[in-house]
């Protein structure tokens, strides 16, 4: 039974795992023993997290903007370029953008869907022969989308095109996994609610104190706790496991009664 968790050797990428989210989820792979590949727009703070990480494991850094099919199109060329096959994608690259709805702009609506939407589903079609070619009846390639609980709950903040966005693809990870299950590869989405990232870092700040609680559980999480999560969906512990998505939010969701 203790290999049911086992990833060493395994091959995965991260898109924006620089930081935040990302961040914990590479660095739960790299200390699993995964080869792990991360992407961000910006290529210093991609390279620097990439050699922080890589004092526990292996690491490689490769910037894109996964906005534009050519920044999809680049990124998958560069994994083809050194892998012959990705046992693992964690679709987390995402963006906000919060106005008074009198002022929300259609540039800003378009870019968080771009980013949130439409990115993983072209980096997600791009990648298939190399999702495919690690694939098998016993050990399925894995799909990780990052969602959120903005996605299953109301946020009052005026982020209008966020929620909407992560619906989008708490939904397009159960029509995927639809169509990928012949092919041995499962697709699942992580819903995280407050976690400590950049995104998160001004609300966190204005509203921690009464953020935590109204999480049953009392805190904030923490890194391991979505390092846990996508562990678990990365192994064979998840072989059976396919078109769901798992709230990571300290009980937010499943226990709103007691809120």
Same mark, same amino acid.
């Given at each position: 039974?203790?290999?049911?968790?086992?990833?060493?050797?395994?091959?995965?990428?991260?898109?924006? =795992?620089?930081?935040?989210?990302?961040?914990?989820?590479?660095?739960?792979?790299?200390?699993?023993?995964?080869?792990?590949?991360?992407?961000?727009?910006?290529?210093?703070?991609?390279?620097?997290?990439?050699?922080?990480?890589?004092?526990?494991?292996?690491?490689?850094?490769?910037?894109?903007?996964?906005?534009?099919?050519?920044?999809?199109?680049?990124?998958?060329?560069?994994?083809?370029?050194?892998?012959?096959?990705?046992?693992?994608?964690?679709?987390?690259?995402?963006?906000?953008?919060?106005?008074?709805?009198?002022?929300?702009?259609?540039?800003?609506?378009?870019?968080?869907?771009?980013?949130?939407?439409?990115?993983?589903?072209?980096? #997600?079609?791009?990648?298939?022969?190399?999702?495919?070619?690690?694939?098998?009846?016993?050990?399925?390639?894995?799909?990780?989308?990052?969602?959120?609980?903005?996605?299953? $709950?109301? $946020?009052?903040?005026?982020?209008?095109?966020?929620?909407?966005?992560?619906?989008?693809?708490?939904?397009? #990870?159960?029509?995927?996994? =639809?169509?990928?299950?012949?092919? $041995?590869? #499962?697709?699942?989405?992580?819903?995280?609610?407050?976690?400590?990232?950049?995104?998160?870092?001004?609300?966190?700040?204005?509203? =921690?104190?009464?953020?935590?609680?109204?999480?049953?559980?009392?805190?904030?999480?923490?890194?391991?706790?979505?390092?846990?999560?996508?562990?678990?969906?990365?192994?064979?512990?998840?072989?059976?496991?396919?078109?769901?998505?798992?709230?990571?939010?300290?009980?937010?969701?499943?226990?709103?009664?007691?809120?």
């Amino acid at each position: 039974m203790h290999e049911l968790f086992d990833l060493n050797g395994k091959t995965a990428l991260v898109t924006g =795992g620089s930081r935040g989210i990302g961040e914990m989820i590479a660095e739960g792979f790299v200390s699993s023993g995964v080869k792990t590949y991360i992407s961000s727009r910006k290529a210093d703070v991609c390279d620097a997290t990439a050699e922080r990480l890589s004092a526990a494991g292996e690491c490689i850094s490769i910037p894109a903007d996964l906005s534009s099919l050519e920044g999809v199109n680049g990124l998958v060329d560069a994994i083809r370029e050194r892998e012959s096959s990705v046992d693992i994608l964690v679709n987390n690259a995402g963006a906000t953008w919060g106005a008074a709805i009198e002022e929300f702009p259609e540039g800003g609506w378009d870019k968080i869907m771009d980013i949130n939407v439409k990115g993983p589903f072209f980096l #997600t079609q791009a990648l298939l022969p190399l999702l495919e070619a690690s694939a098998s009846e016993g050990d399925p390639s894995r799909i990780i989308n990052v969602g959120s609980i903005d996605g299953i $709950n109301v $946020n009052r903040l005026p982020t209008y095109s966020y929620g909407p966005s992560k619906a989008a693809i708490h939904h397009l #990870t159960r029509v995927l996994a =639809g169509h990928l299950a012949a092919r $041995n590869i #499962t697709v699942n989405a992580i819903a995280p609610g407050p976690f400590p990232s950049k995104m998160m870092a001004a609300t966190l700040e204005q509203f =921690g104190d009464q953020i935590r609680k109204g999480v049953p559980l009392r805190r904030i999480g923490e890194p391991a706790d979505m390092a846990g999560a996508a562990i678990y969906l990365a192994s064979k512990a998840a072989n059976y496991v396919t078109g769901v998505i798992i709230p990571v939010d300290g009980g937010i969701t499943g226990c709103a009664s007691t809120l």
